[in-house]
């Protein structure tokens, strides 16, 4: 019998596939889950995969390196897709298919398997990052395989051969959770005039229901990398987690939006991200009196690709390690600190400092008498810059009014 890895939650696709596989496809199933900080469902993962006909079921802690390898950067690099997404589903994909073609090569499996719909951007996401890594490794996606064509049939399927289900009545959606974030789409969310479900939200507090009282927090970078938190050195999990938990206390980090998918389809989206919320702002705070203007706005040209690089699935891709190259570059500068005020769902920068990398200087900028810079300097400046602008208005050869 052929072997094949399954990247496997113990949600309802997962457990029908892992069935499938081996009832309709006659594999051998290891099933390899992730733990990228969606809780409590990794042990339960483990468990599930066994009664449901795993010959192997392995959980792999990847937070830290989650965290450190993938989350940092896209930190430094100011990552944002489409203005508002702080990319922690696609994020995560490329670390659980590196542990994929990581799990096929430990237990002499020929193929992975994933639970990805061939509507959705996570097919591609897992796939290109298993080709990057493995060119041989083979995919089998049972989504583009099966006859089953929608959840409905699945959860018929799961009726029929035992199978516990998480989806119900009462959780009509599907939910992705990470140590970055929680997403959720599919079900009473497709309709994007729908609000989302009143208690849907797992990582945050409801605005109108977060303490009335503001709470502020220091956070430190150094190297454009979140080290610290009120003074206390974390590590990357530790840090990303804290800051979940204190945000999400104060309803930070809620989006809901419509974006558009790399197969070139719109889907509603909706998405909780505390901590990285409020690391994004702190880090454009230290970066705004750390980082030169033109770098600045030149990693700002850049970032929106960077962004797509990462949604689309091309982390393993040339291009975009040769942009993380530049994104870290510019970084090294960029240490500091930031200070936030959280409250009712906003985080708002209320001071940043640093002591031996800043570009501000106070004697250059004071309205008071005194200072370093002379006024009369700008004439010059504005005259040669307004020059083309006079040409313009003159409309003829060496005529400037």
């Known amino acids: 019998m052929s072997r094949v890895v399954l990247a496997y939650s113990g949600g309802l696709d997962t457990s029908v596939i892992l069935k499938w596989l081996i009832e309709e496809r006659g594999y051998e199933v290891v099933c390899y889950t992730a733990d990228v900080g969606q809780g409590e469902e990794v042990e339960e993962a483990v468990a599930k995969a066994y009664a449901t006909g795993a010959v192997e079921a392995v959980a792999e802690d990847l937070r830290e390196e989650f965290v450190e390898e993938y989350v940092w950067p896209a930190i430094r690099a100011n990552a944002v897709y489409e203005n508002y997404y702080l990319l922690g589903t696609s994020l995560a994909r490329p670390v659980i298919a590196k542990g994929l073609v990581r799990a096929a090569e430990e237990y002499g499996a020929q193929a992975i398997s994933h639970g990805a719909t061939g509507k959705g951007n996570d097919q591609v996401r897992f796939e290109l990052s298993a080709y990057a890594l493995n060119p041989d490794i083979r995919v089998v996606a049972p989504w583009r395989e099966w006859s089953m064509r929608g959840r409905a049939d699945l959860v018929a399927y799961a009726d029929k051969h035992d199978i516990p289900i998480p ?28 609000a989302p479900p009143a208690g849907i939200f797992q990582m945050t507090r409801d605005p109108e229901a977060a303490p009335d009282q503001a709470q502020e927090v220091v956070i430190a970078f150094e190297g454009g990398t979140p080290v610290a938190v009120d003074g206390v050195r974390m590590s990357p999990a530790e840090m990303l987690g804290h800051c979940n938990r204190i945000a999400g206390a104060h309803g930070i980090g809620r989006v809901d939006l419509v974006e558009n998918r790399y197969v ?43 962004a797509e690089m990462v949604y689309n699935g091309f982390w393993f891709a040339p291009e975009r390690e040769a942009v993380q190259r530049f994104m870290d570059e510019i970084q090294a500068d960029v240490t500091g600190e930031a200070r936030l005020r959280m409250y009712k769902g906003n985080a708002t920068v209320t001071g940043r400092r640093s002591d031996s990398h800043t570009l501000y200087d106070q004697e250059t900028v004071t309205f008071e008498e005194g200072g370093t810079y002379d006024q009369s300097d700008a004439t010059g400046f504005i005259r040669l810059n307004a020059l083309r602008l006079r040409l313009q208005a003159g409309r003829g050869p060496g005529v400037i009014p």
């Open 264 to 306: 070139g389809m719109k889907n509603r989206g909706v998405y909780e991200t505390p901590g990285g919320t409020l690391l994004h702002h702190a880090h454009r705070a230290v970066e705004s009196i750390t980082l030169d203007r033109e770098l600045a706005h030149l990693r700002d040209q850049l970032m929106p690709r960077y």
């Open 167 to 194: 989806v119900t009545p009462e959780k009509p959606y599907s939910t992705d959770a990470n140590l970055l974030h929680i997403s959720y789409e599919g079900g009473v969310l497709e309709d994007p005039w729908v």
